[in-house]
């Protein structure tokens, strides 16, 4: 098939980024998975469907004026036809590649379906069926995403289209396909629709809220008893989605609603310009502004719609009714809480007087950062209440979260890796860079502003582990303990994460700090706190409902057991002593626990605490560069870190730079010496990435 590299790399972000992400019902993304690179092979029109929409993602991922985060940044300058410099020069790249793309798939799809539904043509092959089934999603998902002002939600000019006219045209083109697929392998796609045979029923207010003006229209005579019916017909619709939504745990559902309102509410809109129709597209557009559905936080249709039907509420004497006002006001944020804790911060950042920038960084780090990567909700709530606390007080916390945050965004900026993509974090798209001042708009920028946070992260905290280390000082607060762990813990992440090779994994040079020794700090710090927390508030920095207890498991991992036979080879063979084996085993044990901790919670995050939990004595003796097992143990660890994604560069972090020295180290006339070690190294070097959501692939895992 002859398509260029970057049509490949797009089929790639469509099949491992895009299908995750936005389709979670597992029958429905299993079939797109597996047959849309059948259809792919036949159809110009699939193939310009997927190119348009994954192009379209792209886009908005490499937009300057957003946040991103910097996990869902997919990148690689080999892979395009003219030389890329940086994020700007890629956006324009795109660009006129989403346009290319979107010309010959608007044309085809857009073809087969008038032919379709005029009779034109007829279906005649299951294939064919599926086709227009597939494309059209598609092409609707596009036209809903795309922030180029192709068509709008609703156009009162009859000669021009809008989404809502296409979409039933799309829909009504499924209608013919729905019989050549309902019994065939393409069945998903209607046998999980979440309107099919749901009886459930419950209010919910804002649909209550409509049905009472709805009635109250009525009973005044303001509309007729027809028009009664369709708009009663279209909000029972509007309430089984939300029933559904709530059932399946899945917000998008809501999106449908345009797929199934009856035809003539649209005729009210359009001809009409009824009031009744369009409040209801514009609590539509809200409700997809609230569950995030949209590439471009400020620059979508729905947002578009919203801001049109502000201006005609204005023109005529104001907001309608206080509904339509409070939907208006809280159109920027997908819900209150939000909006109260962005005015927090707000003043937090008059109080303490830190840049737009650092601001921002502090926004990340409470609205990204906390949510992404702490999943127990009262050490979250802990995290994202504390620290903005103590941020404002310690010059410790402030550098060690502004650290972090900064080396987390500059993923943003980085061309050389292309990068898996993990879920969406629609709030990050709200946060504009344009609009800082200070704004670090290239990597050289960003990197002097982390080396700066860090220098003083690395001055404060030396001093006071220092201090500790020596008894000079003691713990005297509670908050003191908590600014420790806090500013411990972040500091100890964001030097795992950094890709500015600060220091190394390991050093041989005492003189110079590496990793593990700061780790071995670290840790020495937050034992020392653990005790004076223990029955406070900051507990659960120690303490998780979700992780009460490490599950016994009497299962062997065969990656674990192998490492436990290379220490008792290196025993049998003198290089270890009894004393030494010990320090050895009590590690591979740990981590053994660890293995079955990810499986049970599945968290692939658990596996690189595995460095805290090794035996200093381990280290020392790894240290004194004596010891094969002990960079063995470590080269295992950097593979497990890359295979768990914990980086924000792919292709700039310590893991890999360990990788590489441990293969000179180990490697004997360019032979590897053991096929373990090889193995892994060519697993890394071939993407291999263990499932975020399912890390039961450790139970047999044997490179």
């Given amino acids: 098939m002859g398509i260029t590299p970057f049509q490949y790399r797009l089929i790639i972000y469509f099949h491992e980024g895009l299908l995750p992400e936005k389709v979670k019902e597992e029958p429905v993304r299993a079939m797109w998975q597996t047959q849309v690179p059948r259809l792919f092979h036949e159809s110009p029109v699939v193939q310009n469907c997927m190119y348009s929409l994954s192009t379209l993602r792209l886009l908005d991922r490499c937009d300057l004026s957003q946040w991103i985060d910097p996990e869902n940044v997919t990148l690689d300058t080999r892979f395009f036809p003219e030389p890329i410099h940086d994020l700007q020069s890629f956006r324009m790249f795109l660009q006129s590649s989403v346009h290319q793309f979107c010309s010959k798939m608007l044309a085809d799809t857009c073809s087969t379906i008038e032919k379709l539904i005029s009779r034109e043509k007829v279906l005649s092959t299951v294939n064919e069926a599926a086709e227009i089934v597939f494309s059209g999603a598609m092409l609707f998902s596009f036209l809903v995403l795309q922030t180029e002002k192709i068509v709008p939600l609703l156009n009162f000019n009859p000669d021009e289209p809008d989404l809502i006219s296409m979409s039933f045209g799309m829909r009504e083109s499924m209608v013919l396909c729905f019989p050549h697929l309902y019994e065939s392998e ?34 005044t005579a303001v509309i007729s008893s027809t028009k009664f019916f369709h708009y009663e017909e279209t909000l029972n619709i509007l309430a089984k989605l939300f029933a559904a939504a709530v059932k399946h745990k899945s917000s998008s559902i809501l999106y449908k609603w345009t797929f199934c309102h009856d035809a003539e509410v649209y005729r009210y809109m359009r001809e009409e310009r009824d009031k009744f129709a369009l409040k209801l597209l514009y609590a539509y557009s809200c409700l997809n502004i609230f569950d995030n559905f949209y590439f471009h936080r400020y620059n979508n249709l729905w947002f578009d719609y919203i801001e049109s039907y502000k ?348 990788i590489e020295w441990y293969k000179s180290y180990s490697s004997q006339n360019g032979r590897w010496r053991d096929k373990f070690d090889e193995n892994l190294y060519r697993m890394v070097h071939a993407n291999f990435l263990f499932s975020s959501n399912d890390l039961s692939i450790l139970n047999r895992f044997s490179p």
């Fill in 186 to 219: 393409y069945s998903a796609l209607f046998h999980n629709d979440p309107l099919a045979n749901f009886a459930e029923k419950k209010e919910f207010p804002f649909i209550a809220f409509l049905h009472n003006h709805l009635t109250e229209l009525h009973r």
């Fill in 311 to 658: 201006t005609q509420c204005m023109a005529t004497g104001g907001w309608e009714d206080q509904f339509d006002e409070m939907l208006y006001k809280l159109r920027s944020f997908s819900e209150s809480a939000i909006w109260l804790k962005q005015g927090k911060l707000n003043a937090l950042r008059n109080h303490i007087g830190i840049t737009a920038f650092e601001f921002q960084l502090l926004r990340y780090f409470d609205e990204i950062i906390v949510p992404k990567k702490i999943k127990d909700a009262a050490a979250q709530r802990l995290w994202s209440v504390q620290v903005p606390q103590l941020f404002s007080g310690s010059p410790l916390v402030r550098n060690s979260l502004l650290s972090l945050s900064a080396v987390s965004v500059r993923g943003l900026c980085d061309l050389t890796s292309w990068v898996e993509v993990a879920e969406v974090d629609g709030e990050a798209r709200g946060m504009a860079l344009s609009a800082m001042s200070d704004t670090p708009n290239s990597r050289q920028n960003l990197a002097a502003m982390i080396d700066t946070y860090y220098m003083s992260t690395v001055k404060h905290m030396s001093e006071r582990m220092g201090e500790l280390s020596t008894g000079k000082k003691k713990i005297a607060t509670v908050e003191e303990a908590a600014e420790l762990t806090f500013s411990g813990s972040m500091f100890f992440t964001f030097l795992a994460l950094q890709s500015n090779n600060l220091l190394p994994l390991l050093s041989f040079d005492p003189a110079q700090p590496d990793l593990i020794s700061i780790c071995q700090g670290v840790k020495e710090t937050l034992m020392m706190c653990y005790p004076i927390l223990l029955g406070t508030s900051y507990s659960g920095l120690f303490q998780s409902k979700n992780f009460p207890t490490i599950p016994e498991s009497t299962t062997k991992y065969p990656f674990v057991e192998y490492l436990k036979e290379c220490a008792q080879q290196q025993h049998s063979n003198g290089d270890l002593t009894e004393t030494q084996l010990k320090y050895f085993s009590n590690s591979l044990q740990m981590l053994e626990v660890l293995f079955t901790a990810s499986v049970a919670h599945k968290s692939s995050l658990l596996l690189y605490r595995w460095v805290f939990l090794i035996d200093s004595e381990v280290f020392r003796y790894t240290r004194s560069g004596k010891s094969y097992l002990g960079f063995k143990l470590l080269y295992a660890y950097c593979c497990l870190n890359i295979f768990c994604k914990f980086y924000t560069s792919r292709t700039a972090n310590m893991w890999l730079d360990y």
